[in-house]
């Protein structure tokens, strides 16, 4: 159940809860707004949409359970499509009662070890947008389209990752990517090549380190499920491992390469008998 303010408990006994996105039903056109998150960095809706980009909002505070319980799904969204350099842009939005410091620690807390999505608190002017979204239950995802019409102004329930993406419209071809990966004290790390993909099944997978290190990968679904993984062993600059993936039905797949339970580098692979 999604968790309501004392301030629209009138709006929840009239039963109009079935679009949270009140002021923007389905199919009707959302307004530009400026926020600034917790780090600084100013956004501007028609700015990303103007990218081609589609945008997942999701208002929350910071002692709503189901907000806290379904904070980490929102970030493997954000993760697995790119970190918001892809075809989505994901960002957390206070109801306007939570300051930069406490939505700072609300994602702490709850954001699991996922890369987090920018959020807004108070200083960021996050109680406007609430406001002008007409918010009045909590969590609230809604999908806005590139030519910012609202795609769907209520994604709940959520029950992990696939909730958001059952939410991608046909034909949004929203993809998932890697996102930006730095160098670490040990130096870069990244796939050279997957190979062949197509496959039938056995994939090679080669490397780039600048130091030896164990590896591994882990194969996920596209709904952001992680249905394998595998211990590659210690492997140099130019090593090679097959994975045996005939158990996996035919599909498209994500493969993470793992250091130390670090994700360094993401690629896709397909599998067709």
Known sequence: MKRTLPVVASTLLSGALLAQANNYPTGS?????????????????????????????????????????TQTYFN?????????????FVMSMNNGTDSNAEVIAYEAAYGGTYSHSP???IEGGCAAVDAAFGVSAYPTYCL?????????NDIWPVSDMSTFVAAFPAGSNIDVM????????????????????????????????????????EVYDLLGKRVMIENLGTLGNGAQR????????????????LANGQVHDVTRVALSR
């Open 242 to 257: 097959t994975m045996d993936l005939t158990t996996l039905a035919d599909g498209d797949y994500i493969l993470k390469l």
């Open 29 to 69: 056109t959302v307004a530009d707004f400026t926020v600034t998150d917790t780090e600084g960095v100013q956004h501007s809706l028609y700015d990303i949409t103007g990218q081609g980009k589609y945008v997942i909002l999701d208002f929350f505070f910071d002692t709503c359970p189901p907000c806290q319980a």
């Open 76 to 88: 493997q969204l954000h993760e697995t499509y790119g970190c918001n350099d892809g075809d989505l």
């Open 144 to 152: 806005i389209g590139p030519d910012n019409i609202m795609k769907n």
């Open 178 to 217: 890697s996102c930006a990966v730095g160098v670490d004290e040990s130096g870069e790390l990244a796939f050279t090549s997957v190979f062949p993909t197509p496959s039938t099944g056995l994939i090679t997978v080669s490397v780039e380190t600048a130091a030896a290190r164990n590896l591994s990968v």
């Open 119 to 121: 959020a807004v608190g």
